[in-house]
């Protein structure tokens, strides 16, 4: 079965506690794929609940890795989100990174705001949008944003609202395999089979490019959860609390120069010699 995935634009997805101190080898790929060495970058530090000490940390790695300007945005409430001096600033970037931290500080902060219609429009215009951890489950149409990995396979125990929308019909979830959340993306996949999961392990990413092909790079893995094939699954049936059953979910491992392509729910092999 065929999906016709929506990429608003360039996105890179990372999975959380990307190497910003040694060999940076997802964030070099995140510059080299900005495709000029002259960039603007702006780091969005909302998400985190220390805001100016994330700003200080990414401000030293894109310093670091050749920036010819970075700004860091430490928005913390939705007034500084429709502030149209930012705005500005944001419109004319090459690199809009999130931070890591709590997604529904992003979506309630940001959404709807001057700040938000600015990143869409620099989207669109070709700028690249990258996330770690919770900037990157905010990219999702459909987001999770709680759920313990313990009790992932348990009616009612992942919650999930409306994320940013630069992509639509795929789930995200990162910190995959360190925090053990392959329960929570397969039951949110068990009520939403015509979406995918994308489960990003630490250091690890996902680069979408609009033409629904995803390819993998960076230390650790990538976890594919595709529901196309669930024949049956009680969902409907248990209680909040009780054990999820379900039938023939899909899974596939890609790690680094692996791909995946979301319209044809295709595995692809290594990419990268």
């Given amino acids: 079965m065929a999906l016709n995935p929506f990429f608003l634009g360039r996105l890179i997805a990372i999975g959380g506690n990307e190497d910003k101190a040694n060999e940076l080898l997802v964030l070099k790929r995140v510059v080299q794929e900005i495709g000029k060495t002259d960039y603007k970058v702006g780091v969005i530090t909302t998400a985190s609940e220390d805001p100016e000490q994330r700003g200080k940390e990414y401000h030293k790695v ?19 989100a ?7 600033t944001i419109a004319d970037l090459d ?84 925090r053990g959340r392959i329960g929570r993306l397969i039951q949110i996949i068990t009520t939403n089979p015509t979406c995918i999961g994308v489960g990003i392990g630490e250091d690890s990413a996902v680069i979408l490019k609009g033409d629904g092909v995803a390819e993998v790079f960076g230390t650790g893995q ?11 699954s009680n969902i409907m049936e248990i209680k909040p609390g009780e054990p999820v059953a379900v039938e023939n979910v899909r899974i596939h491992s890609l790690v680094n120069g692996y791909g995946y392509d979301f319209k044809n729910r295709q595995f692809l092999p290594l990419t990268i010699k």
């Fill in 95 to 178: 690199l809009i990174f999130f931070t890591g931290g709590d997604q529904l500080r992003l979506t309630t902060i940001m959404g709807g705001t001057r700040i938000f219609d600015a990143i869409q429009e620099c989207l669109e215009n070709g700028a690249l949008i990258a996330g770690t951890s919770a900037g990157a489950t905010v990219f999702s149409d459909t987001m999770i944003y709680e759920g313990k990995s313990e009790d992932g396979l348990f009616k009612g125990s992942v919650l999930s609202t409306s994320g940013f929308g630069f992509v639509n019909n795929i789930i995200f979830d990162t910190h995959f395999m360190a």
């Fill in 62 to 80: 894109f310093t670091t890795l050749g920036a010819s300007r970075i700004d860091i945005f430490n928005i913390k409430e939705r007034v500084q």
């Fill in 222 to 232: 990538v976890i594919i959860v595709d529901g196309c094939g669930i024949g049956h």
């Fill in 82 to 88: 429709n502030d149209r001096k930012s705005a500005k």
